[in-house]
């Protein structure tokens, strides 16, 4: 008989209900779930009784755009710390995230459950040039080099396959034709459109801000064959695109029908721009900048030594000042793309929140935070917890193991010391994390996280 444990006295967020359970009983049993039961539940003999005292128990969170191969060992814990207990590698070189997926699982590496996509499947030339490129992307030249590179990436036990910027709708459409609904596809789109990606099957799209822009945005603004997404002009043309974006027009409803019809799942990543909704001082402020990882510092290190820039002192979160102009533009083409989440819900669609966290700003773990903060803006707390939980699930094809507080699944729970319906930031006070029925305190694994130098003590 494995190790009961029975959670007495929860505020329940299953991921399923739109309302939480009042007065609810949990009952693990090894690493599952087994039992949920409103009010009293008789404890089986010999279980661990826990009683929560009415604390509010959601389930594990998913962050379902991560890429581990950029953040190093402790942007793993981050997300643990921060109750995510499960991501999907949404980029990465096969054999790179492998070796992180089995050190996981032996217990190597501390984490989350790891779910991947495999390599970034680009056009012939790389859009993502430099270090990154180099860890993530895989270039397919033609229609008769698909089979050759998609099959082992399913034969290594890909859960998703990505397609990137530079592939065109041709080469994306034989894709998701190849792939054969044996795994999700979902992309990074640049020249295919998102609705030319809806109507050849594919079954998510991430980052509302790229990979809709060809769909919703002006017609002289939008990307096709020789966009580079390097560089300022890229960040000047996606900002224009969406100050200009019209959610009527006939296009952006068409698409975002066709989104909600075959419930393709939007996977947001609006934190990507979060420095914009706090400015430069903001963020230098942030607590979260304390645990910028080493891995990141070290790379921006670089880059700021090179362009001799190591003088300013936030050189870990900016290299060069923007405009306050630009800035509150920037923060206005982020509320354009809550507004599309929100059209997207409101229809019916499938929003779930992921986060790219790859990048240096918000950190890993705190970026979903962020993350559910934005999304409780566009569609509510309830429905941006389910984003990146339950919805989040089915977007990986995963409800049978995450997402939900129910009899069959993984006990991977959060236990919040607040109310988290009535102030979305109340999820940050996570009092333990529970992953396969394994309970961990997320204090003691900050606790053991180098602190970024440049955070101001
Ligand atoms: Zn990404």
């Known amino acids: 008989m494995s190790a009961e444990i029975l959670l007495k006295n929860v505020r329940l967020i299953d991921g399923l209900r739109e309302q939480p359970i009042e007065r609810a009983a949990v ?73 992180i997926k089995e050190a996981l699982e032996s217990g190597r590496k501390f984490g989350p459950r790891l779910y991947f996509c495999g390599p970034l499947l680009d056009g012939a030339q790389s859009s993502l040039p430099g270090a990154s490129g180099a860890l993530m992307t895989q270039n397919v030249p033609s229609r008769e080099a698909i089979p050759a590179i998609v099959k ?15 592939l065109t709708a041709d080469l994306g459409e034989a894709i998701i034709r190849y792939a054969d609904g044996r795994v999700p596809v979902t992309g990074h789109l640049g020249y295919m459109r998102a609705s030319e ?46 100050l200009g ?7 952006a409803r068409a698409l975002i029908d066709a989104m909600a019809r075959r419930q393709v ?33 070290s790379g921006r290190r670089e ?8 003088s300013n002192p936030d050189w870990d979160l900016y290299f060069s000042r923007l405009d306050q102009a630009i800035i509150d533009q920037e923060r206005r083409a982020l509320e354009k793309q809550q ?23 918000p950190p890993p773990g705190f970026s979903l935070m962020r993350e559910l903060e934005l999304l409780a803006e566009a569609i509510g707390a309830m429905n941006a917890i389910r984003a990146v939980t339950s919805k989040a699930a089915i977007a990986l094809r995963k409800q049978d193991d995450i997402g939900a507080v129910a009899p069959g ?3 991977d729970l959060v236990v919040i010391d607040s109310d988290p319906l009535a102030d979305i930031t109340r999820m940050r006070n996570i009092s333990a994390v529970f992953k396969g029925g394994v309970r961990y305190d997320p204090e003691s694994v900050l606790l053991e996280l180098p602190v970024n130098p440049n955070y101001p003590s």
């Open 27 to 99: 009952l693990i049993r090894g690493d599952r779930i087994a039992a949920v039961e409103t009010g009293e539940m008789a404890a089986p003999a010999g279980a661990q009784i826990v009683d929560l005292g009415g604390k509010t128990v959601t389930p594990g969170l998913i962050d379902t755009h991560v890429h581990t191969v950029t953040i190093g060992d402790e942007g793993l814990k981050l997300f643990m710390a921060n109750g995510i207990t499960s991501v999907r590698d949404c980029g990465a070189k096969l054999e790179l995230v492998l070796a």
């Open 152 to 166: 082992p990436i399913l034969d290594a036990g890909a859960d998703s396959l990505k397609l990137y910027f530079g």
């Open 197 to 242: 990606a809806v109507k050849a099957g594919i079954n998510g799209l991430e980052h509302i801000s790229p990979s809709v822009f060809n769909d919703v945005c002006p017609a002289h603004l939008r990307f096709g064959p020789g966009t580079s997404m390097a560089g300022r002009q890229f960040m000047e043309r996606l900002r224009a695109g969406w």
């Open 245 to 251: 974006a019209d959610f009527s027009a006939p296009e």
């Open 265 to 297: 799942a939007m996977g947001t990543t609006m934190n990507i721009n979060w420095l914009f909704r706090v400015g430069y001082e903001g963020a230098a402020r942030d607590r979260d900048r304390k645990y910028i990882v080493p891995k990141i510092l």
């Open 303 to 310: 880059t700021a030594q090179a362009q001799g820039k190591l």
């Open 339 to 361: 507004e599309f989440c929100r059209r997207l819900f409101e229809a019916g669609g499938l929003v779930v929140g992921g986060t790219d966290a790859a990048i240096n700003y």
């Open 409 to 411: 699944r993984f006990a």
